[in-house]
């Protein structure tokens, strides 16, 4: 069974620019979570969708946006990107479970380098 | 009061020998306790994870250990190999449907062969 996929490797933009994260959920998966794991400062939770709508989202200004497509993949959205927004970015995910936490699963993650 | 304290930072252990992991939290609504094992260049893969309704709970030579009145959890790795050698992490998530899960900082284990 194929894990959760996430492109691209790395990514390195300019200040001010804009970047485009993707992530493909676990077969049978239709939540996606999405964390910064930058230097010094663990891994954040940044947004969660579930069935083609945010859910829960991270104390992250509103410059980091996404969105869920109908067959459960994911993209995040980084616009103005500032120099702290260099990152490992991680998406995770996991089957809807309602109320009751599900396990989730990571991706390796994409490493956005800001310059 | 959402945070999840774990200690030690740094963990060096012997080939064979125990290796524990420490996690405290404050929030009382945590209702759901995973450990993460983080290789370099890899995201984190979900080891094991308990509930609040028991107080350990076993897969192969990783125990988490759970006491609720004192708010920690840990992670007992027993004969520790050099393949163990990675970041681990604790988290914790509360019972309101949200789903975030709030990371410890991560513990850097070493075994040494």
């Known amino acids: 069974e194929a894990g959760v996929t996430q492109s691209p490797t790395h990514l390195i933009k300019t200040r001010g620019q804009q970047a485009t994260l993707r992530c493909s959920p676990i077969s049978g998966h239709t939540s996606v979570y999405w964390y910064q794991q930058a230097l010094g400062l663990g891994l954040q939770f940044l947004l969660w969708y579930d069935e083609g709508e945010e859910r829960n989202r991270g104390n992250f200004p509103p410059r980091f946006s996404g969105r869920q497509f109908p067959n459960y993949s994911s993209e995040l959205n980084v616009n103005a990107l500032e120099l702290e927004d260099s990152a490992l970015y991680l998406c995770a995910s996991s089957v809807s479970g309602g109320f009751r936490n599900q396990p989730q699963h990571f991706g390796d993650g994409t490493r956005l380098s800001i310059l | ?113």
């Open chain 2, 1 to 113: 009061q959402q945070q999840v304290k774990q200690s030690p930072q740094s963990l060096i252990v012997q080939k064979g020998g125990i290796s524990i992991i420490n996690c405290a939290y404050e929030n009382t609504a945590f209702d759901y306790f995973p450990w993460y094992q983080q290789f370099p260049g890899k995201g984190p893969a979900l080891l094991i994870a308990i509930r609040p309704d028991v107080s350990e709970k076993k897969e192969g030579r990783f125990t988490i250990s759970f006491n609720k009145s004192a708010k920690q959890f840990s992670l007992h790795i027993m004969d520790s190999q050099p393949g163990d050698s990675a970041t681990y992490f604790c988290a914790a998530s509360d019972g309101t449907g949200f789903q975030k899960l709030v990371f410890g900082t991560g513990t850097r284990l070493l075994v040494s062969p």
